[in-house]
Each structure stands twice: as C-alpha cells, then as structure tokens.
C-alpha cells in the first residue's frame, strides 16, 4: 500500500487548506483512514479518523469544530479540511490506513503510513 499525502503549505493564521491522501490499495474503501501530525520536537499525535464507510468520525479535541476529515472510496482518497488554521497546527501531517483499528490514536493500529505534508501557519 502506497499513500500519497498532499495539499500542505504555507498560510496565514485563520485560512483554510484541504489535505488529500491518494491510496494504492483498492480495497481502500474497507479501511479506516487517519491523518496524524507531528510538530518538530513532538511526538506524532492523532489529528482525526473515518470509518470506511464514513458513517463514524473522530477528532482531536484540538481540531475540533475546525478540521473536518472525509474520503471518497470511488478515488481512494481520504481529505482533511482544516479551517480556522492556528500557529500551533504548524506540523507535518501523516495520512494513515489502518487494518485493525485498536483506538484511533493508537499508531500501531496503523501499519501503513504516507510520506507526510507539511503545513507552516503564521502568525
């Protein structure tokens, strides 16, 4: 399985940007799916997850209300829209698939991992 991670940047405190994450794998759509982040100097941290149905999904409490995740299995796509951006979502972001979710922010529930985008907010 291959993941794609794109769509980082440079913005400015308050804008928007959406992350994709392209998957190889073709039976994507049976899998949950989970961006994750990692400031420099920090442990990687869970951002938010989908099911692979989309019916169920599952935040951060600091994303909440402001990042939205969703996938589109007919593209094997899994996105992140983030709104509302703060300094302190400066990080690389990891898109995630997971074939046994044990909890959603535990990493090992995630054998295969994207190359990662980062993403620099400004003050």
């Known amino acids: 399985v291959q993941l794609q991670a794109s769509g980082g940047g440079l913005v400015q405190a308050g804008d928007s940007l959406t992350l994709s994450c392209v998957a190889s794998w073709r039976t994507i759509g049976s899998a949950a799916m989970a961006w994750f982040r990692q400031a420099p100097g920090n442990q990687r941290e869970f951002v938010a997850g989908?099911?692979?149905?989309?019916?169920?999904?599952y935040y951060a409490d600091s994303v909440k209300g402001r990042f939205t995740i969703s996938r589109n299995n007919a593209k094997n796509t899994v996105y992140l829209q983030m709104n509302s951006l703060k300094p302190e979502d400066t990080a690389v972001y990891y898109c995630?698939?997971?074939?046994?979710?044990?909890?959603?922010?535990?990493?090992?529930?995630?054998?295969?991992w994207g190359q990662g985008t980062q993403v620099t907010v400004s003050s």
């Open positions: 995630a698939v997971s074939t046994y979710l044990i909890t959603w922010q535990d990493r090992a529930s995630y054998p295969y």
């Open positions: 989908i099911t692979w149905s989309s019916s169920s999904t």
